[in-house]
Nanobody
Framework: VQLQASGGGLVQAGGSRKLSCRAP???????????LGWYRQAPGKQRELVAT???????TYAEAVKDRFTISRETTRRAVHLQMNSLDPEDTGVYYC???????????WGQGTQVTVSS
């Protein structure tokens, strides 16, 4: 599964940014069987879960981003989005999208997109 992430960049604290990740070659039945999500890795820290969304739309969030970030699926484009609001410098890091086959638990990772929040 090939994943194409986009949307990273530099943003001021308090601002917003939307990340997107597409799996253009994934057929619909495969897309609907995958959990989609975002992880991030800050400098000097381990990669951590940000949010996931199940095939039927149930979303889970890390405590640090709850009420600020929203994850969503876009079936027609085989995409997953992460709307990030009220950004804080602590949100700086490389954001990775990932998909996990709910049938086999196999995971696939995107290349990462850098988000830098300036104070």
């Amino acid at each position: 599964v090939q994943l194409q992430a986009s949307g990273g960049g530099l943003v001021q604290a308090g601002g917003s940014r939307k990340l997107s990740c597409r799996a253009p070659r994934m057929i619909l039945s495969e897309y609907n069987a995958h959990i989609l999500g975002w992880y991030r890795q800050a400098p000097g820290k381990q990669r951590e879960l940000v949010a996931t969304i199940a095939p039927r739309g149930t979303a889970t969030y890390a405590e640090a981003v709850k009420d600020r970030f929203t994850i969503s699926r876009e079936t027609t484009r085989r995409a997953v989005h992460l709307q990030m609001n009220s950004l804080d410098p602590e949100d700086t890091g490389v954001y990775y999208c990932y998909v996990k086959d709910s049938r086999t638990a196999r995971e696939y990772w995107g290349q990462g997109t850098q988000v830098t929040v300036s104070s």
